[in-house]
Structures are given as structure tokens and as C-alpha cells.
T-cell receptor, first 116, second 117 residues
Framework: AQKVTQAQTEISVVEKEDVTLDCVYE???????LFWYKQPPSGELVFLIR??????QNEISGRYSWNFQKSTSSFNFTITASQVVDSAVYFC?????????????FGQGTILTVHP | DSGVTQTPKHLITATGQRVTLRCSPR?????VYWYQQSLDQGLQFLIQ???????AKGNILERFSAQQFPDLHSELNLSSLELGDSALYFC????????????????FGPGTRLTVL
């Protein structure tokens, strides 16, 4: 079975602070895919990044960066110099193999509030 | 805008009723997925269709059913509604011709908020 844990339920920061959202996953499959989605107050789910299990290279996209560590089964997300517009719920998700096909297993989400 | 459309945006109905949620995937996407987001269960996978055929099933209740039509749009039917069915229902779509879907990124629609009174 697959499982995703986002231990931080809520995080509150002041604008321009850096913030890291933690994600730990469990799967027995050797090939899997990890994702981060953002859910702003408007409610839609916005895709941020996809990473496969064979690519441990960290990625940076503007103020966003992701740290994938297979040894600790973690896929953490850092926002540098946070802004009020970053306030949202962030979900980490896992797509593994077997008969799961396209099933995404989501973590419980982390509510990020950035104060001006 | 993900390119996935869902109607209606909001739906208010009474217990025991039946409703239909509609989803149009992104142009060219063959797979459609349905998810339920509720406060107590979080985001849960319900079902996946690929090119008109059911491909994977999650925690979908027997009172719920779905289908994907030849034009690739999909409908999720919820019947004998209960208070606990109140939730945000998302549709997502992805491309890929193999149907395995593991490698595909799922793009989500804006959701349909269902309220059962």
C-alpha cells in the first residue's frame, strides 16, 4: 500500500521568510512518481512539480525548490522569500505501480499562511 | 486554467436525491479521474477511465457510478445521497496512450462543490 504523510498541518510565516513543507512517502514499488499540488483559497488544484523515483536531482523553479531524498523517502518543498500569494494548502502526492494505474495517493495537506 | 472543465460549480440537494457531475478533459487527454475531497477523508481517489473503459477503482461507494463517453467527457453519478457525501468533487485528466497513467501528470478541474442538506 502507498502512503503519504505531511506532518505539518499548518505553517504560519511572515512575508519574505523561507519555508519548507515536509513530505514523507511509503511504497514498496521501485518505480514511482511524486507530485506537489497547490490549492489556493479559490479551491482548484494546481500542479507544481512531478519527480520520478530514478531522478534524485533537486529542482529549482524561481522561488520554489524541491529536495528529493530516496534514502529517507522524503520529497520536501521549499519556498524562498515567501509572498502573501503563496498562502494556500499544499499537497504532496504519490503515484506508484501495480494495479494502481493512475491513482494518486495524497497527503493530508499543509496549510501555509503568509502574513504581510 | 488547467483546461479541464467541470459543471456545475456548486450543487445543493437533499438527502436521498441523485445528481450528475460532468467533466470535460483537456483536449487530447484520454484518461479521466474522479476524486473526492472532504474534511475528514482528505483527497480520495474514486475511479479512473481511459478512452471509455474503466481502468482503476478506488474507494468509490456502490451508490456512485461513472462513465466516459465516446467524446471523452465523463459523468459521475451520485445516488441516494447522504449528508456525508457533501464534499468537493474533482475531475482530472491526463494524456498518454498506454493507459498505464503512472507517468502522466494529472491536471485538475475547478471542482464541483456538493452540499447535501
Amino acid at each position: 500500500a502507498q502512503k503519504v504523510t505531511q506532518a505539518q498541518t499548518e505553517i504560519s510565516v511572515v512575508e519574505k521568510e523561507d519555508v519548507t513543507l515536509d513530505c514523507v512517502y511509503e511504497t514498496r514499488d521501485t518505480t514511482y512518481y511524486l507530485f506537489w499540488y497547490k490549492q489556493p483559497p479559490s479551491g482548484e488544484l494546481v500542479f507544481l512539480i512531478r519527480r520520478n523515483s530514478f531522478d534524485e536531482q533537486n529542482e529549482i523553479s524561481g522561488r520554489y525548490s524541491w529536495n528529493f531524498q530516496k534514502s529517507t523517502s522524503s520529497f520536501n518543498f521549499t519556498i524562498t522569500a515567501s509572498q502573501v500569494v503563496d498562502s494556500a494548502v499544499y499537497f504532496c502526492a504519490l503515484n506508484a505501480g501495480g494495479t494502481s494505474y493512475g491513482k494518486l495517493t495524497f497527503g493530508q495537506g499543509t496549510i501555509l499562511t503568509v502574513h504581510p | 486554467d488547467s483546461g479541464v472543465t467541470q459543471t456545475p460549480k456548486h450543487l445543493i440537494t437533499a438527502t436521498g436525491q441523485r445528481v450528475t457531475l460532468r467533466c470535460s478533459p483537456r483536449s487530447g487527454d484520454l484518461s479521466v479521474y474522479w476524486y473526492q475531497q472532504s474534511l475528514d477523508q482528505g483527497l480520495q481517489f474514486l475511479i479512473q477511465y481511459y478512452n471509455g473503459e474503466e481502468r482503476a477503482k478506488g474507494n468509490i461507494l456502490e451508490r456512485f457510478s461513472a462513465q466516459q463517453f465516446p467524446d471523452l467527457h465523463s459523468e459521475l453519478n451520485l445516488s441516494s445521497l447522504e449528508l456525508g457525501d457533501s464534499a468537493l468533487y474533482f475531475c482530472a485528466s491526463s494524456g498518454g496512450t498506454s493507459g498505464s497513467s503512472r507517468t502522466d501528470t494529472q491536471y485538475f478541474g475547478p471542482g464541483t462543490r456538493l452540499t447535501v442538506l
